[in-house]
């Protein structure tokens, strides 16, 4: 009689939800921590109050993961931002006692990433990059290409992009030293050769492959990344990428191409999304019929999860 009891209160608590909803506070509870690392002109948050991945660590920590959003600066070489990010790596493993993290990338933090998992492959379970130029991205080779290096335009260019990245250290209480022109080329074509030939581990090896699934201890690869420009009329960034676009031969999220986008394995490389779209970003105003990224991390951090990472 007892054990008939305990079975219908089981139905019972299953048709109220009960029993899913404890289910999902454990969906994103990975074994090792998540490190988000944001891209170029990023930054953790603003003021204490405009995250650059917005709403995305609260989603993840709701279901169970413990979530460090880390700062670098701004516009620099990647080689620079990866070891401001390494050290920030090694702080979140000697106070968690994980022995390792979970790194997700967007944009030139995709780079970064690659970075700290090639000098420090210990530290790292794995690489995940999002919307990352990983064969370069055709706005800075536009860019470069009509830069003269040490000229007039180089210069300003530099002046008041440095300038801005001051800035954006300041107001979320972070300042290192800008260089805006090591980080145009370490974005371009050229400079991504000479990074992936340093550090090839995930990089696929046709023009639009997948790359290797596990590098160094066991280390899994990951990306995705999006193809829509224009998704949100009221999206004041979707302008900007709109025009950014035109320069792509490609499909592309507005920076990135698609298969520049490649590394490891490929979730996938056609969400209806753009550069911004990617990170939840302006302020939550992405593509109505697409889905909310929001859910593509959640769904990922399940998918580390599962991997027992």
């Known amino acids: 009689m007892q054990s008939f009891r305990s079975l219908c209160l089981a139905v019972v608590a299953l048709c109220l939800g009960a029993l899913p909803a ?23 948050s603003l003021f204490g109050v405009l995250d650059y991945f917005h709403g995305i660590p609260s989603t993840l920590a709701s279901g169970g993961a413990r979530v460090y959003v880390t700062q ?18 090694e702080d979140i493993v000697a106070r968690t006692g994980c022995g390792k993290v979970n790194l997700i990338g967007h944009s030139h933090g995709g780079l970064d990433v690659r970075y700290v998992a090639s000098v420090r492959p210990d530290l790292v379970a794995s690489v995940t990059t999002v919307g990352s130029p ?7 080779n536009y860019l470069r290409r009509n830069l003269a290096p040490g000229g007039f335009s180089e210069g300003v260019l530099s002046f008041f992009t440095n300038r801005l990245g001051t800035v954006l250290g300041l107001l979320s209480g972070y300042s290192r030293p800008q260089d ?8 371009t074509g050229t400079g991504l050769s000479r990074y992936n030939t340093t550090f090839p581990s995930g990089i696929p090896a046709t023009s639009c492959g997948q790359g290797v699934a ?37 499909s592309n999220d507005g920076l990135v ?8 394995t490929v979730i996938r490389d ?4 753009n550069h911004a779209d990617e990170i939840n970003q302006v ?20 998918r580390l999860k599962n991997a027992g990472l």
């Open 22 to 44: 404890h289910a999902a506070d454990t969906y994103t509870k990975t074994r090792y921590p998540i490190v988000l690392a944001h891209g170029m002109a990023g930054f953790d």
């Open 72 to 89: 670098v600066p701004s516009f620099q070489s990647t080689e620079a931002r990866g070891e401001a990010l390494l050290a920030q790596v």
């Open 134 to 140: 990983h064969k370069g991205a055709e706005l800075a």
């Open 180 to 187: 805006a022109v090591k980080g145009l080329d370490a974005l």
């Open 214 to 250: 596990t590098g160094k201890n066991g280390q899994r690869y990951y990306s995705w990344s999006g193809t829509g420009v224009l998704t949100n009329v009221l999206d004041v960034s979707d302008g900007a990428l709109g025009l950014s676009s035109l320069v792509y031969g490609e």
């Open 257 to 264: 191409g698609r298969c520049s986008s490649h590394f490891g």
């Open 270 to 273: 056609n969400y209806g999304m």
């Open 283 to 302: 302020l939550g105003l992405t593509n109505l019929f697409e889905s909310d990224p929001k859910s593509v991390y959640r769904a990922h951090a399940n």
